[in-house]
């Protein structure tokens, strides 16, 4: 591949996300030109072990025939029809039922989405629109968490909590309100994991408090946060979240964008932290990102609102239940069945990967090292034992950590100072070695970058 060339291409015709498009086009982005398993290749032929599954999605791993196949048949049957207007498809039909198998009992029907970020705006007019059906229209106000994210649209970016994002664009849309999020390591000051558990969970009480139990629709929030930080709450936070919720009659939205399919060693988060969601966000993993495709399982207590009164749901999107996409999802779904990947994250490579991750937290670099499944972070830190100090200014070694870690040939991210990874569940053992090898290596170049 002419690297140079498509390059320059792309820096005269390409705005990217999440990007500072001055400083890619003067560095030039890397060409992926072909992905197999966990491994990534450029136009240069050079590899990366992907450690982030592309953007937390790839669950079987890359180059999957099954799939490119499946969908290939789907394309010569029907490429495309819509579900508006009492109008269904095959695909759709196997999947919403699927979905229905796989997700926790209350669930039983699915909105089909392309993303999670539209998963996020159905919920948001499905919210209100569920409290309007019920007669309380004035429960309109929908919590979210600092730092928490949920995608990039208007309603996507409002309820999600970065502060970059809001600022961009005069946001969040009004209604939406944000309360602390359960970050120990970086937040928790002098309490105990289990003590600041407890009290981030109680500012959803306080907030709704303060706003009115009668104007509050919903909390919504990722069981982990992923994009946040990979921030694994104490365990003191979901059980009282669930209670709060309960007790004030609040929905829950449980956002399992990332921790859904697999990724935690159940197949959702609700799972894996014993949750009863009102409405739970999917996509990414849904597909593992052959395909987009995203949705909401909308739980029976909400859907039978919209079943028992009459009028449309006045919401829904081209491509909601595309059967190519639809295809795609269920011929992942049966690899993830078939090759029992939940299992083996909860029973075996994840065990395996965790042991070795949370070895990582004797480096000097390193303040602390977690993982659940196959979902990880380092956090780096100036001065190791003490979690009052950050680097100053935020997000530069992370940078740098994540720049050599390329060089070094291993994809990782980073979230202002900490590095994570969420590799594909298929990863083997042998792969898991080289993935911690090579963030060791990336850590010694980072610390001796940082001695220079
Ligand atoms: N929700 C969560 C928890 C996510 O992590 C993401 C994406 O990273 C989204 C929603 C948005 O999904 P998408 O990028 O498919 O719109």
């Known amino acids: 591949y002419p690297t140079r060339d498509l390059q320059a291409r792309d820096a005269a015709h390409h705005i990217h996300p ?16 072909s992905a197999d398993g966990a491994w990534l290749t450029d136009s240069d032929g050079k590899r990366y072990l992907d450690g982030m599954a592309g ?10 025939q099954e799939i490119a196949d ?23 039909v196997a999947l919403a039922e699927k979905l229905a198998e796989l997700t926790p009992p209350q669930f039983n ?26 007669g309380q229209p004035e429960k309109k106000t929908i919590i979210g968490r600092w730092n928490g994210y949920h995608g990039s649209t208007l309603a996507g970016t409002s309820l999600g909590g970065m502060k970059g994002m809001h600022e961009q664009g005069d946001l969040p849309v009004p209604g939406v309100h944000h309360i602390a999020q359960p970050y120990w390591f970086g937040e928790g000051g002098d309490m105990s994991e289990e003590e600041f558990g407890l009290w981030a969970a109680r500012e959803l009480e306080r907030a709704i408090d303060e706003i009115g139990e009668d104007k509050v629709a919903a909390f919504i929030a990722e069981p982990i946060q992923g994009a946040g930080g990979v921030i694994i709450p104490p365990q003191s936070y979901w059980p009282e979240v669930s209670r709060i919720c309960k007790e004030r009659g609040i929905l829950l939205v449980v956002d399992e964008v990332i921790c859904g399919f697999g990724r935690l060693g159940t197949w959702f988060g609700s799972d894996y932290y014993g949750l009863e969601p009102d409405l739970m966000p999917i996509a990414k993993g849904l597909s593992s990102g ?7 399982m909308v739980s029976d207590r909400v859907a039978s609102v919209f079943i028992d ?22 011929a992942n779904l049966e690899i993830m069945q078939r090759e029992k990947l939940v299992e083996r994250v909860a029973d075996d490579i994840g065990p395996y990967l965790q042991a070795k991750w949370t070895g990582l937290a004797d480096h000097p670099l390193v303040g602390e090292a977690r993982m659940v499944g196959l979902v990880g972070a380092l956090e780096l830190v100036p001065a190791k034992g003490d979690r009052s100090r950050a680097f100053e200014p935020a997000g530069d070694v992370g940078t740098l950590c994540r ?7 291993l994809v990782m991210r980073a979230v202002r100072d900490s590095m994570i990874i969420s590799p594909p ?5 042998e792969e898991a070695d080289l993935l911690v090898e090579r963030t060791a290596k990336t850590l010694d170049d980072t610390y001796a970058v940082l001695k220079r």
């Open 109 to 134: 029907r699915v909105f089909f989405t392309s993303s999670g970020s539209e998963a996020n705006d159905t919920v948001f007019r499905m919210v209100r629109a569920y409290w309007d059906k019920m």
């Open 403 to 409: 720049d050599l870690s390329f060089d070094n040939g």
């Open 18 to 33: 999440f990007t500072d498009t001055g400083a890619l086009n003067r560095e030039g982005p890397r060409i992926i030109t």
């Open 309 to 330: 009164q009459a009028g449309d749901f006045h919401h829904g999107f081209t491509y909601s239940g595309h059967p190519a996409c639809c295809a795609a999802a269920l």
């Open 425 to 429: 569940l298929v990863l083997t053992h």
């Open 55 to 64: 953007l937390w999605c790839c669950q079987v791993g890359h180059g999957r």
């Open 290 to 296: 052959y395909l987009p495709i995203g949705g909401v």
């Open 70 to 92: 499946a969908v290939h048949r789907q394309m010569c049957e029907l490429e495309y029809y819509n579900t508006f207007f009492k109008t269904s498809h095959p695909p759709a």
